[in-house]
Each structure stands twice: as C-alpha cells, then as structure tokens.
C-alpha cells in the first residue's frame, strides 16, 4: 500500500557536518511531497515540500529533490547547526483523499 | 494572526472519564486535521474535516468523536478514555485538498 520510508535514527553529527535523512515513498501517482521539522515540545512546522517530479524544496539552508525514478525525497543540510537538533518528518498525500502519510520521524542530535 | 490553537496543552484522565479537544485557526481554512502521534510511529489521522457541518474518519478514529460547527473551530471527544489513548494529540489546517497543512502545539493527554 502507500507509505512512507525514513531512515531510522537517531542521527548524531557534529556542527558544520553534511546531513542526509533518507526518504522513500510508495505511491501511485505523484503525489506532492513534503518535509516537516519537530523541535522539543512544539508541533510540527512545515520544513518544505515538493509538488511535482524533479522539483527541488529548500529552506533554512535545507533541500530535498523530488526523485521519481527512485520514488525518493532525501533531505539534506550541507552544514548543520546545534539548533537543527529536531525530528524531521517526511510525508505525502494519499492520492486522492485528504490523507497527509507521515514517515516514522527521523532525530537529529547536532553536537558542538 | 495565532495560526493554530489547542486547548488544553496537558490532561491526566482517569480511565472512563470524559474530555474534549479544542482546536482553532484563524487562516479562514477549509480543511481541519487531528492527529495523534505515539513513539516511533509518526502521526495518524483520526479524524479530518474538508468543512463547516462535515467530519471523516482517519486511520485510527475510534473512541474519538469530532465536531465541526463553526469553520475555525474543531473539537475531538473522547467519550471513554482509556490507557491506549494517552498520546500527544495535534490539530493541524489547510486551505484546501492536498494543500500544505499548519499544526498546532499539540496537547499532551494520560489517561491512567
């Protein structure tokens, strides 16, 4: 069925490393694509999002590219900040239905 | 221009007890979410609304009821808690079908 892939965390890296947090998503169709980001005891802010194939996302210094040869939406970070440390969410409607698909969510430590 | 609201931001219940869910947005959106999110399983939909007078199922809607009677404002009900309902509950708006959805803060419900 549809789903939504990411890799398990957590992820812990040094300030100013190179982040990736894979994404993989089941789908029929090409649904819009989406990246949100949790930090501790608040809701969910839309990171960025991806409405059609080979549209890229960013934000924040962030990006993600909507890849549908490999169904996939990594995001990345090419310099991380102590203040990224968060979960990171990837997500996709069910085609069709008013249905945002949430992966498991992704932790992210950033040490100094 | 709040975004999105909930009410209350924490709740301990008894198993049995009764309570209600408030969320409101003030972005005049049509759609209206809530979620709940438990540990390593992202959010799930319990129960949605695409307008004033309408409610849906989710993936998880029982035990939980919805109203939505005004469009800025909608409520879940929990008629009977139970253990299996502690979670972190969000609400979350959209302007329109597979449209960018705004979360609130969540509230943090333990039924014991």
């Known amino acids: 069925g549809d789903s939504v892939t990411q890799m398990e965390g957590p992820v812990t890296l040094s300030e100013e490393a190179f982040l990736t947090i894979n994404c993989t998503y089941t789908?029929?169709?090409?649904?819009?694509l989406f990246w949100y980001v949790q930090y501790p005891g608040e809701g969910l802010q839309l990171l960025l999002k991806?409405?059609?194939?080979?549209d890229k996302g960013s934000n924040k210094g962030f990006e993600a590219t909507y890849r549908k040869e490999t169904t996939s939406f990594h995001l990345e970070k090419g310099s991380v900040q102590v203040s990224d440390s968060a979960v990171y969410f990837c997500?996709?409607?069910?085609?069709?239905?008013?249905?945002?698909?949430f992966g498991a969510g992704t932790r992210l430590a950033v040490h100094p | 221009n709040a975004g999105v609201t909930q009410t209350p931001k924490f709740r301990v219940l008894k198993t049995g007890q009764s309570m209600t869910l408030l969320c409101a947005q003030d972005?005049?959106?049509?759609?209206m979410y809530w979620y709940r999110q438990d540990p390593g399983m992202g959010l799930r939909l319990i129960h949605y609304?695409?307008?004033?007078?309408?409610?849906a199922k989710g993936e998880v809607p029982d035990g939980y009821n919805v109203s939505r009677l005004k469009k800025q404002n909608f409520l879940l009900g929990l008629e009977s808690a139970a253990p299996s309902q502690t979670s972190v509950y969000f609400c979350?708006?959209?302007?329109?079908?597979?449209?960018?959805?705004?979360f609130g803060p969540g509230t943090r419900l333990l039924v014991l």
């Open positions: 997500a996709r409607y069910l085609g069709g239905y008013n249905k945002l698909i």
């Open positions: 972005m005049n959106h049509e759609y």
């Open positions: 991806a409405t059609k194939a080979d």
């Open positions: 789908a029929t169709g090409y649904p819009s």
């Open positions: 979350a708006s959209s302007r329109g079908q597979e449209e960018t959805q705004y």
């Open positions: 609304s695409v307008g004033e007078g309408t409610t």
